[in-house]
Structure formats: structure tokens, C-alpha cells
């Protein structure tokens, strides 16, 4: 007997494969992982970026700090991810890498713009060569340079956008909502960080409720990336 031939179409398995109608769907299939991941958010204000991110804690049993939303790339750059979290620490290994070769080589920080650019050309590395598969992750790259602050969000494919503010993963529709409705250019820090706030209450199931412990805010400004803590975060949401 001849064996069983699968019916799946090559394309479908093959991430470097176009199908008839033009589609990637390892690539599109990575989007989906994206989509199902906890909201990330980032708006950019008058004196710098501020990221937010759900972190949907799912036991009490579980230690906050120890889940990865938020990361530190260099001095001036900070990024939120949705999606798979281990293929977000691995863009994040290759990001700090690039910095700090761009330190040595030229002596001084990286621009925002070009390390967003390195990210998403890394990911679109993924969907083009035989073997490898996408990166299940989307990325909101923050930071100050230069130019001031800037705000980029890049996706599986590697297309890459700058944004005044943005959401990716869950529900982020909600969240733009949002944004699209309230956010105004030299917005505040004070207003910002209540809006961030809002459009992760916004992007939730409606069962569920926000609250500070499942929640993360980090800033970019002239100074340098930093994490807020909780007390900060209070002070502004009281």
C-alpha cells in the first residue's frame, strides 16, 4: 500500500511558502499567538515614552516579578511584548547585543528608530528562510534620542509603524478605542499613566477587573528607562 499523502497544502506548513491568494500562514498563525497574549501599551507624552502591560496573573501562588512583560534593551530603551514570552527574551538578547555593539563601535546609544528597525528586520529573517519558523511575539519599542521621544510598534511579519500611542495582543482594538478617543499630542505624565490604565481596564474580558498587582508601568524619558513601583503607581491612580 502507498502511504498516506496529507492534505494539508505546502504552503501551510512551509513558512517560506506563498499560498495562491498571496498569504503566509506560519506568519499568520504567529499573529494569532500575538493576539491571544495579555495587553501591552505605550503612549508617548511630553517629556518621554511611558509602557504599560496586564500581566494576568493566574495563581495567587505565583510571584508578579517573576513574569516577563517589560523589558530594559539599553539606557534609553524599553520595550513591552505580547505573545510568546520565550521568543520575546530571545529578540531581547539579540536587541541588548546590538546596542551594545552600536556603544562600542560609534560610542554612543542607539537610536530608537534604528533599533526598531533591527527588530522587525530580525523577525522578517524568520519568515524567509527554510527551517526556522516566526517569531510569536509583537513588540512596542520605546525610547529617547536625539530626535525625543518615539514610539514603535513591530509585528511578526517584521512590518514595523510609529505610533503616538499604541496596544498590541488581547483585545487591543478596545484599548486604540481608547486612544483614538482621549489621546491629545504633550499629554502628561499625571494624564498619561491614568490613561495607559484605562485602556488595560478596557481591553479585559468583561468577568474580568484591573487591578495594580496584575499590572506594570515602566518610562523612558532624558533620564534613562525605570520601572515604577507600586507606591508611584498609586499616587497617580488614588
Do not use: C, H, W
Not at 502591560?53 to 520595550?79: H, M, Q, R, T, W
Not at 511584548?81 to 560609534?106: C, F, T
Request: charged residues 30%.
Amino acid at each position: 500500500m502507498y502511504p498516506m499523502q496529507s492534505k494539508t497544502p505546502a504552503y501551510d506548513k512551509v513558512p517560506t511558502m506563498f499560498s495562491p491568494d498571496g498569504r503566509l500562514y506560519q506568519v499568520e498563525y504567529a499573529s494569532k499567538i500575538v493576539e491571544q497574549g495579555t495587553t501591552g501599551v505605550g503612549i508617548v507624552y511630553k517629556e518621554g515614552v511611558l509602557l504599560a502591560a496586564d500581566k494576568s496573573i493566574a495563581s495567587k501562588l505565583v510571584y508578579p516579578d517573576s513574569i516577563e512583560k517589560i523589558f530594559k534593551i539599553d539606557k534609553n530603551i524599553g520595550v513591552v511584548s505580547a505573545g510568546l514570552v520565550g521568543d520575546a527574551r530571545r529578540l531581547v538578547g539579540i536587541a541588548r547585543r546590538q546596542a551594545q555593539d552600536n556603544r562600542m563601535i560609534y560610542s554612543e546609544e542607539i537610536q530608537i528608530e534604528v533599533m526598531a528597525k533591527e527588530i522587525a528586520e530580525t523577525k522578517q529573517a524568520f519568515t524567509q528562510y527554510g527551517g526556522l519558523r516566526p517569531f510569536g511575539v509583537a513588540f512596542i519599542v520605546a525610547g529617547t534620542d536625539e530626535k525625543g521621544p518615539s514610539l514603535f510598534q513591530t509585528e511578526p511579519s517584521g512590518a514595523l509603524a510609529q505610533y503616538k500611542s499604541v496596544a498590541i495582543g488581547r483585545n487591543k482594538e478596545k484599548a486604540m478605542g481608547v486612544f483614538e478617543k482621549e489621546y491629545k499630542e504633550g499629554i502628561t505624565f499625571e494624564k498619561a499613566i491614568v490613561l495607559a490604565y484605562k485602556a488595560l481596564q478596557k481591553s479585559l474580558p468583561d468577568k474580568e477587573k484591573i487591578n495594580l498587582n496584575r499590572v506594570e508601568f515602566a518610562i523612558v524619558n532624558d533620564k534613562g528607562f525605570r520601572v515604577l513601583d507600586e507606591q508611584e503607581i498609586k499616587k497617580y491612580l488614588k
